[in-house]
């Protein structure tokens, strides 16, 4: 059996703990898999996308490998966001992936983030009458409660559920019955679980779905042991454990694994439980699931101690707190409140609503005696109305002609300040052209002129057979050889010298001290992007100053953001404003846009316009590098 170490090579977790050395190999990649990846190259935004995403994502739950279901997840809400379909289509997939999200989050024992994600599916689900997303964001919610031991909240949900389920899902109906029954289980109502397990134990033997008939038969498992059937509960263990490694269902083999070491912990068989649980905890670790990582290792502390090995149940509990911080660490317990209470909330408002038809009918009663009450009032006060009327309009006169001029001393104000901002913008970008265009005038001269003249010399020298003139060919070769260096070096400096963020930066820095406008400028990866190629860099700080100059001018904006960075070989341009924006199907493209299109697509990039009048503007460019 292998024990914990403290060496500075032990395998680590993402959250850099100590671990145990098992010698034991990860998986490869699966070639199952290969189809998938190739499709995922191929085939662009949209339906077939999500599809191959949630077949993925299928593989990998059954796997029981959470990095990859939260990877996909991400991916495929990311997609959803720059996918151009219309709001009801993309929340329906918005469902979906908040699911998806959701059974990431528990598996890796993060149940706060869970319980956010199963709301959020909840939520997009009920928008779009999506029946199959709604009841199994319930079902992902239920379990995340059972998780945190609020059976009460758990089992309200699936009691609700179990009345309305739609007969085209038999399946989610199997999964409800399990929590059920793992519910009444946890508050000792063995009975009332029996008959939810053998409920959903006679469903999937009719549907063939192997991973609910044994998820089932490992239920009843438990409540055997629950019941002092502890034999029972050890062959189906073993039995059910090895199934489901037969049928690659990860998640099941490693509780099965988990069960069989914590039976023979209570047993007093602690040697046999530590064999059991380490290798359970190495499986644990490869998929990274943190809830299976901090039962194996609470266990296993236990163990230690039982045995009397404290330096081991000493490491063991190490781990454990170092896991126990991870989980904590992402957690975001106030944004999950805050979506419980709007969930809440809005069950409320629809009871609410019934309660409101009816009060609006006795209100409507009550105005309607009113109106009769009031009419006599209103004819007394019918002479009264034109006199009122005329003030009225005098004052509102007066309003007007004083909300005209302070309009515009406001827009005097503004075309000053804007013609102050563009004249300053011009300076700098004239001054920066004139030191480019001069530098390649130099180096032409250079190259053409002298260069050329040289190498005439050159090359009649060289027919002359005299020994006195080798050396004068020597020397003008290494002339001719200096102006072509120096005529290549006189190519704008600060694009060739590993400076490039540096020149951004005082470039941003020129327009904050110039303008009453806050740039900010950040940057990922800045070695990379300094290599990137010159012609690279020459014409991506062109489109800055085009988009600096366009902000300027037109967006009336305070705040610019500009971000650079370098992903997947490519570079990435998001320049974003806080300005007046524009509705991007009404706005003709003007010079200053024509040049960009222009300048981005000669480097076989992409630019992507995001604008709404009032809400600011993001551009966004990709160039390979």
């Given at each position: ?417 804007a013609l102050k901002q563009e004249q300053e913008l011009n300076l700098i970008k004239a001054t920066l ?193």
């Open positions: 059996m292998q024990s914990f170490s403290q060496d500075s090579t032990s395998t680590k977790t993402k959250s850099e703990s100590t671990l145990i050395q098992f010698g034991w190999t990860k998986r490869v990649k699966e070639k199952s898999l290969e189809p998938y990846y190739n499709q995922l190259k191929k085939i662009e935004y949209g339906t077939q996308r999500f599809s191959v995403f949630e077949q993925l994502i299928a593989h990998h739950t059954k796997r029981n490998n959470t990095d990859s279901i939260l990877h996909y997840g991400n991916l495929y809400i990311k997609e959803i966001a720059n996918w151009n379909e219309t709001e009801k289509v993309k929340e329906r997939h918005y469902a979906k992936a908040y699911y998806f999200l959701g059974t990431g989050s528990y598996m890796n024992g993060l149940l706060d983030n869970s319980i956010k994600w199963h709301i959020k599916g909840l939520q997009a689900a009920e928008n779009t009458n999506f029946l199959e997303q709604l009841y199994k964001n319930k079902l992902g919610l239920s379990k995340s409660y059972l998780g945190q031991s609020k059976m009460d909240k758990a089992i309200e949900i699936l009691d609700e559920s179990l009345l309305d389920f739609a007969p085209e899902f038999p399946l989610l109906k199997v999964k409800n019955n399990i929590l059920l029954g793992k519910a009444h289980r946890f508050n000792k109502n063995y009975k009332k679980a029996q008959e939810y397990y053998n409920d959903a134990l006679s469903v999937s033997k009719t549907l063939n779905d192997i991973e609910m008939l044994l998820t089932t038969r490992l239920e009843l498992a438990k409540l055997a042991e629950d019941t002092n059937e502890g034999e029972k509960a050890f062959n189906a263990y073993e039995s059910i454990r090895n199934e489901a490694k037969a049928n690659n269902l990860d998640g099941i083999y490693f509780e099965g694994s988990l069960l069989l070491a914590r039976y023979y912990y209570r047993k007093e068989y602690y040697e046999a439980a530590q064999i059991g649980l380490s290798v359970a905890y190495v499986n644990a670790i490869e998929s990274e699931n943190l809830q299976f990582q901090k039962d194996l290792l609470h266990l296993q502390a236990r163990g230690f101690a039982k045995q009397e090995d404290y330096k081991n149940a000493y490491a063991a509990l190490t781990q454990l707190y170092g896991v126990l911080n991870q989980i904590k660490a992402n957690q975001q317990r106030e944004i999950i409140k805050e979506l419980e209470i709007q969930y809440e909330t809005l069950e409320k408002e629809k009871e609410i609503s019934k309660l409101e038809e009816n009060q609006i009918k006795k209100e409507a009663e009550l105005s309607r005696q009113k109106t009769i009450k009031n009419a006599f009032l209103i004819g007394f006060l019918v002479i009264l109305i034109p006199i009122i009327g005329l003030l009225y309009l005098y004052y509102q006169k007066l309003q007007t002609q004083s909300e005209l001029t302070k309009k515009q001393e406001e827009i005097n104000t503004q075309k000053v300040t052209d004139g030191q480019d265009e001069e530098r390649k005038r130099i180096a032409q001269e250079l190259h053409d002129s002298i260069g050329g003249n040289l190498a005439g010399i050159k090359l009649q020298i060289a027919s002359i057979n005299s020994t006195d003139l080798k050396s004068v060919s020597n020397q003008l070769d290494e002339t001719y050889q200096l102006v072509r260096d120096i005529s290549h070096t006189l190519i704008p400096k600060k694009f060739r010298e590993d400076n490039y963020i540096i020149l951004l930066s005082e470039y941003v820095k020129n327009i904050n001290n110039s303008n009453e406008i806050k740039v900010k400028l950040y940057s990922h990866q800045e070695n990379e992007l300094n290599s990137i190629d010159e012609k690279i860099k020459m014409e991506l700080f062109k489109v800055v100053q085009e988009l600096m100059t366009n902000a300027l001018k037109h967006a009336k904006a305070t705040e610019i953001d500009i971000q650079l960075n370098l992903i997947e070989e490519n570079v990435s341009l998001l320049f974003e404003d806080n300005g007046v924006g524009f509705n991007t199907e009404e706005i003709s493209d003007g010079i200053g846009f024509s040049n960009i299109k222009n300048r981005i697509s000669e480097l076989s990039g992409t630019l992507h316009i995001d604008s709404f009048k009032n809400k600011g503007t993001v551009i966004a460019i990709e160039i390979p590098a």
